[in-house]
């Protein structure tokens, strides 16, 4: 940041001070320009320091107590005057210096036989050593947080990040969970829950309350964690985004051998006994055993998404899924409720129950909603169910094995699903999945290299659809 009062006191310049700012030690100075436009204002954004000498505006007419508002309502810092014997001014007129001190812009006087050219290059030499120092900040920085990283793991480089940027910052997962320190506040994880789709690696703002939260993405497509920071922090903007894409791009790396979390609860699939059952509630969450749960089930489940989300939140091991059903357990125990609402509703889930029971009856219950939902979706799941589960989990890793174990495999099963539901129509399933088109050709190459068949022969696609139905079970 290249400062009002840092130009100023630039000697070589001998600059003179008219009417001086309370505020030019903070001011920064986006660029040095010269204009003699009178309607200058309109080509500014903010930020910028005015060298004018006074031909196209008379700075000694009425005029000019508008030329100075407009002037100060765009954001101009600081207006310059060149004087000298043969320009029109020798001096600052009294009337523009009048002006300017009832609407607070700062005047400075730029003095024969000083070019606006010495000017605008001290400004551009002192943000090149600016920009210098930025980077070697940041290389200083990316060092200490890569040695942290190594040798005493994220929380670490978390506090480094933090102290560096004279800021909180928190470390946390899609969902807002805390992967080291806090979780982030209900209302901010609402928010990345919903950001969660969106296909950008570009930092987000989000505001809650009276703040600006900036959430930086970790990896590549749906973000697996996210680096929050106050947006109004103090600093240079350029050493910010800096540290943090660096930052970013290390703790990428720790979540990105992550297992994927996916649900598989006793509570649902075990015949468990309800002494058996509260203690494995206390296992999983920490929480006193309860009597009665919170139970919710929901229909209409395509792909991971809403797996990964909603067992981000409560846990894998409170939720579990069978084909297009989801159940959740304890949403409401845990104050979790809101957010597991928030990622059913992005994942597009239908909600289709939502009980209070005794904990003994999880099980019942589950398999109720279950068989019913199988009878009611597919009768070729309600076959498919009946074969031998050695069996069909040999035919599925021999048909997809190579898929699931892709990097990138879950996104890669969800188009083949969607392209085998659409009959191989690439418009269909561009407009299922939200993606383009060119999008769905790439999928579909290396989903096709990866199962080593092709899928315009209808017995692969008929052993693909067929290992799919297992997969789901």
Known sequence: MVTLEQLWSRSEL?????????????????????????EVDEWLAGGEVLLTIGVGQDLGADTVGDYVRRLKTIGVHALGIGLGSDLPWQEVPGSLIAHAEAVGLAVFGVPEPVPFVAVVDAFTRM???????????????????????????SAALV?????????????????????????????????????????????RLIRTGSRIIEAVPLGSDHPLGWILTPAEAAGSPKTRALLLSTAAALLAMTLSDLPVLTGYSRL??????????RAEWTRVTGAAPVATMDVRFFGGVRGDTAEHLIADIVGASLLTRAGSLLGVAGAGDLGLSDLVTKAA????????????????????????????????????????????EEAADRFVDRVLGELIRARGGQELLETLRAYIAAAGAKEAVASELGIHRHTVRARMAKVEKLLGRDLSRAETVQAVSIALELAEL
């Open 14 to 38: 001998a600059l003179d001070v008219i009417v001086d700012s309370p505020t030019a030690a903070v001011q920064d100075v986006t660029i040095v320009h010269s204009s003699e436009l009178p």
């Open 268 to 277: 649902f699939e075990s015949e468990l006994s309800a002494e058996e059952k």
């Open 127 to 153: 943000r090149e050593a600016e920009t210098n120092r930025e980077l070697t900040r940041a290389s200083s920085a990316a060092r200490r947080f890569a040695n942290a990283l190594a040798h005493q793991g």
């Open 159 to 203: 506090t480094d990040l933090a102290e560096t940027l004279d800021a909180e910052v928190r470390f946390v997962s899609p969902t807002g969970r805390a992967l080291t320190g806090e979780d982030a506040e209900d209302d901010v994880r609402a928010a990345l829950i919903e950001e969660y789709l969106t296909p950008t690696l570009s930092p």
């Open 345 to 388: 509703e992005v994942a597009g889930l239908e909600p289709l129950a939502e009980k209070r029971i005794p904990v003994g009856q999880i099980h019942h219950a589950w398999m109720l909603w279950r068989t019913q939902h199988e009878a009611e979706a597919s009768e070729v799941k309600a076959l498919l169910s009946a074969v031998d």
